[in-house]
């Protein structure tokens, strides 16, 4: 059954007229459909036709990420799932942009209207964006996290927020799936912390920050992006809702803040979409910029080389031919231990984990409640702390 949860109007900004959420909610479905229906006869084209001949040919092919996609894309249920995967993510913001489009110039009001802030935003115009970034447009959403479109622009912030959506079913109305996750991997492994300030890095629209922000309710709480419509967007919906966030425009290898600064450092799925060239850097700043004792989190997508189903690795490598997430797996390709180490973390501080998705389930007709639970799928998981030899 398809995921059927809708955002209510607290939890964004945009409101979808009855065409536009039916088309919203045709995109959202072709994806699911696409991510089961037509991968289930690629599946079964890979199990009856491909695995058999690689396997016949050379075993260790069969097992071999690489040569398995190299067969798979001739055949045509491959075709027409990587097709559909590619088309239906296009569908995603094609049909978000109806509603963004309608109600930007509204936004950009009310964004210009804000009086008194509880949260704070500091916006760089001369920052220049990494040339990584720039190459491509980021989840094929046109202009990518970075554009202003006009000045005091919010149009990608708002686009990126509602593609979110859609595009990420039992995320939850709130898009905060990712913040829920990542909270209840700190709680497990580091049950009692408590910090006072917290520092998210690629933080977009705060979704997940804003979890964060719920959660502890007396922390200052900064986020940091390139992405200045982003930030504008996150800081009206902060605003919205009376939530305290301070925002800043910087890269995330200078962020500029003072050292010793945070107790807690985290990133949601900001590294899949980062070359490997600045990864030291950005580990670096986050280590100067943590208090001793305090916690470095990384929470993002997971290694699918970890996936001991081949056919799942391929689908999970296919986002980064169809869906511009060309760093994806190359992330894993990193040894994160001696990373975390030359940034300077002991290596008695360092776990590397696995972080369950917290998913929302929608109510149906024989279960009227919604609500969340521990999913199958998860995340990747980095935890460290500075000056300190476990990570407990």
């Not at 929302?360 to 000056?387: D, H, I, Q």
Request: one cysteine or more; charged letters at 25%; a negative charge.
């Amino acid at each position: 059954m398809y995921d059927t949860a809708e955002q209510t109007p607290a939890d964004h900004l945009l409101h979808p007229d009855l065409d536009e959420r039916g088309r919203q909610a045709f995109a959202k479905h072709l994806r699911q459909f696409v991510f089961t229906a037509a991968r289930g006869a690629a599946q079964n084209a890979f199990a009856q036709r491909v695995a058999p001949g690689l396997a016949q040919a050379d075993p260790a092919a069969a097992r071999d990420r690489k040569r398995v996609r190299a067969a798979l894309v001739e055949e045509p249920e491959y075709q027409f799932f990587s097709d559909l995967h590619r088309i239906s993510q296009e569908q995603i913001w094609n049909s978000s942009a109806d509603t963004v489009e309608r109600e930007t110039a509204a936004l950009r009001e009310a964004f210009l209207a804000i009086r008194k802030p509880k949260g704070s935003l500091k916006l760089d115009p001369a920052l220049e964006v990494p040339e990584y970034l720039r190459r491509m447009d980021t989840h094929c959403m046109p202009g990518s996290y970075y554009t202003d479109w006009v000045e005091n622009d919010l149009t990608n912030g708002a686009m990126y927020e509602r593609g979110g959506f859609l595009y990420t079913p039992g995320a939850g109305p709130a898009t905060d799936g990712a913040g829920r996750t990542s909270l209840e991997f700190l709680r497990a492994h580091l049950p009692g912390f408590t910090p006072q300030r917290i520092l998210d890095l690629g933080c977009g629209t705060c979704s997940p920050l804003m979890a964060w922000a719920r959660a502890f309710p007396d922390a200052e709480i900064h986020g940091l992006d390139v992405g200045a419509p982003l930030l504008r967007y996150a800081h009206l919906r902060a605003e919205t809702q009376g939530v305290a966030l301070h925002l800043k425009q910087a890269d995330a290898t200078a962020t500029g803040y003072d050292s010793g600064y945070f107790d807690l450092v985290t990133s949601h799925i900001m590294f899949h979409e980062t070359e490997a060239e600045p990864i030291p850097a950005i580990l670096a700043e986050a280590y100067r910029v943590l208090k001793p004792g305090g916690a470095l989190l990384i929470v993002d997508l997971p290694d699918a080389g970890r996936i001991p189903d081949v056919f799942q690795q391929v689908v999970f490598d296919g986002d980064a031919y169809y869906n511009n997430e060309h760093f994806w797996m190359k992330m894993h390709d990193i040894d994160w231990v001696a990373q975390l180490r030359r940034a300077g973390f002991p290596e008695g501080s360092i776990e590397i984990g696995f972080a369950p998705m917290q998913m929302y389930v929608p109510p149906t007709a024989k279960n009227a409640e919604a609500g969340w639970s521990t999913g199958r799928f998860g995340f990747f998981a980095a935890l460290a702390r500075k000056g300190a030899e476990r990570a407990q």
